[in-house]
Nanobody, 122 residues
Framework: QVQLEESGGGLVQTGGSLRLSCTAS????????MGWFRQAPGKEREFVAG????????YLSDSVNGRFTISDDNAKNTLYLEMYNLKPEDTAVYYC???????????????WGQGTQVTVSS
C-alpha cells in the first residue's frame, strides 16, 4: 500500500505560480511511475504530467508544456508540480497518482491522493 498526500494548492491570480507537493508513505522510486492528474468541474480527469524515478521518462501534456515542471526528491519520497503563468483554465482539483505502469497516462493508476484545489482567478 502507498498513501499519497498532496499539498500546495490555493487561489492565485492569472499569471501567478504555485508548487504542488505529493508525499508518499513509502519509497516508490524503485517500482512506480508517478504523475499528476487534474479534473475541472464538469470535465473528465486529465493526465498532465508524469515521470519515472529512473529518469528516462518524463511527460507534460500539451496544455501545460512550457508552463509546468514535474520533478521529484527521492530522499523525501516527494513529487512536485511547479506551475507558472497560470491561467483560469488551469483551475481544477489536482491529484497525485502512482502506477506500476507507464499506462498511468491512460488512467491506469494503483494509488490516488485525495486531491488539492487550484483556483486561478482572472
Amino acid at each position: 500500500q502507498v498513501q499519497l498526500e498532496e499539498s500546495g494548492g490555493g487561489l492565485v491570480q492569472t499569471g501567478g505560480s504555485l508548487r504542488l507537493s505529493c508525499t508518499a508513505s513509502r519509497r516508490t522510486a524503485d517500482d512506480y511511475f508517478m504523475g499528476w492528474f487534474r479534473q475541472a468541474p464538469g470535465k473528465e480527469r486529465e493526465f498532465v504530467a508524469g515521470l519515472n524515478y529512473i529518469g528516462d521518462w518524463r511527460y507534460l501534456s500539451d496544455s501545460v508544456n512550457g508552463r509546468f515542471t514535474i520533478s521529484d526528491d527521492n530522499a523525501k519520497n516527494t513529487l512536485y508540480l511547479e506551475m507558472y503563468n497560470l491561467k483560469p483554465e488551469d483551475t481544477a482539483v489536482y491529484y497525485c497518482a502512482a502506477s506500476r505502469s507507464k499506462t498511468i497516462m491512460m488512467g491506469n493508476v494503483n494509488y490516488w491522493g485525495q486531491g488539492t484545489q487550484v483556483t486561478v482567478s482572472s
